[in-house]
Nanobody
Framework: QVQLVESGGGLVQAGGSLRLSCAAS????????MGWFRQAPGKERELVAA????????YYADSVKGRFTISRDNAKNTVTLQMNNLEPEDTAVYYC????????????????WGQGTQVTVSS
């Protein structure tokens, strides 16, 4: 089992940047595929980015390609989402999640979730 705690959310103007971090407990972090999801009010939760357990492969939603970067440090049990050139449409609660799959793109493939961190982008 793994516990996930997100940090780094906040309020930023359009065009700005934020860096989200997710700290994971447990000794087997490197065995999990990791992902960042987001959920805006009235909308379904959607995958933003995912990274393979080894860090060698990544996946991005089309809406964030070229602006967001996911990375992980298995020695520190952390996964990070660097968000640049933020847009008001990026406003949402962002969740870190862990999957038993090496890399996963569907919410149903993720077994563990953090509590979420709010990101608000003003225009």
């Amino acid at each position: 089992q793994v516990q996930l705690v997100e940090s780094g959310g906040g309020l930023v103007q359009a065009g700005g940047s934020l860096r989200l971090s997710c700290a994971a407990s447990g000794r087997t972090f490197s065995r999990y595929g990791m992902g960042w999801f987001r959920q805006a009010p009235g909308k379904e939760r959607e995958l933003v980015a995912a990274i393979k357990w080894s860090g060698s492969d990544t996946y991005y939603a089309d809406s964030v390609k070229g602006r967001f970067t996911i990375s992980r440090d298995n020695a520190k049990n952390t996964v990070t989402l660097q968000m640049n050139n933020l847009e008001p449409e990026d406003t949402a609660v962002y969740y870190c999640a862990a999957s038993y799959q090496r890399i996963a793109v569907a919410a149903g493939e993720y077994a563990y979730w953090g509590q979420g961190t709010q990101v608000t982008v003003s225009s």
